[in-house]
């Protein structure tokens, strides 16, 4: 998970009650205050448009799942929805389905 500065609020990076929201052991969080991951993943969808969250011109809010083995260089995600809030359990679903637990 990449939390980045969006809101006025957004001054630091999250305390350890925001990241226990989302716990799943699978995954990384990831504090990137120059918006480098979201700035990278935009250039990975290829001009096509998230199903939301987007402000300033930076995605956030935004759930990816790549492919088992895939190389950041020339990956791309295979899903990415949001916003987090609203597909969380749906997200858990997919992260499932894409890793086999």
């Not at 199903?51 to 190389?71: K, N």
């Not at 020339?74 to 916003?83: F, K, L, M, V």
Request: proline residues 8%.
């Amino acid at each position: 998970m990449i939390w980045e500065p969006i809101l006025a609020t957004d001054v630091s990076s999250p305390i350890r009650p925001v990241l226990a929201l989302f716990s799943d052991p699978r995954a990384a969080q990831f504090w990137d205050k120059d918006h480098l991951i979201a700035t990278d993943i935009k250039r990975q969808l290829n001009g096509s448009k998230p199903v939301c969250c987007e402000q300033g011109g930076f995605l956030w809010d935004l759930a990816t799942i790549y492919p088992r083995g895939a190389r950041w260089e020339s990956a791309a995600p295979q899903y990415d929805s949001g916003p987090i809030y609203k597909i969380a359990s749906e997200f858990s679903s997919k992260l499932s389905q894409t890793l086999g637990r």
